[in-house]
Nanobody, 124 residues
Framework: QVRLDESGGDSVQIGESLRLSCTASGFTLGETDVAWYRRQPGNECELVSSISVEGSTDYTDSVKGRFTISQDNARNTVYLRMNSLKPEDTAIYYC??????????????????WGKGTLVTVSS
C-alpha cells in the first residue's frame, strides 16, 4: 500500500525545536521530490521546504535559517528540523512526494502522494 505518514508534531513554546518525520510505504521516497507544506486555520496552503531527487533544497523566506530539510534513504524518510519556533509556525504540516518531471505544486494535495498531516502548536 502506497502511503506517506507524518509524525513529530507537538505543542511547544516559543524558541523550542521539533523534528517532523515523513515516512513512505510502498514506494522509494528517494526517487521522488519531497516537500513540506503547512496550513493554518483559514489560510492558504504554504510550501515550506522541498528537497529534490538530486538533493537540492529550498525554503520559504520565513523559515530560512531556522528549518532544515533532510533525507534518510535507509529509513525511507524525510525530516524537517524546526528550530527557534514562533507562534506563526503554528499549523498542520503535511508532506508530499512527486515525480521529478513536473514543478512543485502550491499545495500538498496536488502532489502524487501526501499524508494526513501533523499538528504543530507554538505558544508563548
Amino acid at each position: 500500500q502506497v502511503r506517506l505518514d507524518e509524525s513529530g508534531g507537538d505543542s511547544v513554546q516559543i524558541g523550542e525545536s521539533l523534528r517532523l518525520s515523513c515516512t513512505a510505504s510502498g514506494f522509494t521516497l528517494g526517487e521522488t521530490d519531497v516537500a513540506w507544506y503547512r496550513r493554518q486555520p483559514g489560510n492558504e496552503c504554504e510550501l515550506v521546504s522541498s528537497i529534490s531527487v538530486e538533493g537540492s533544497t529550498d525554503y520559504t523566506d520565513s523559515v530560512k535559517g531556522r528549518f532544515t530539510i533532510s533525507q534518510d534513504n535507509a529509513r525511507n524518510t524525510v525530516y524537517l528540523r524546526m528550530n527557534s519556533l514562533k507562534p506563526e509556525d503554528t499549523a498542520i504540516y503535511y508532506c508530499g512526494a512527486k515525480d521529478s518531471d513536473r514543478p512543485t505544486p502550491d499545495c500538498y494535495n496536488h502532489m502524487d502522494y501526501w499524508g494526513k498531516g501533523t499538528l504543530v502548536t507554538v505558544s508563548s
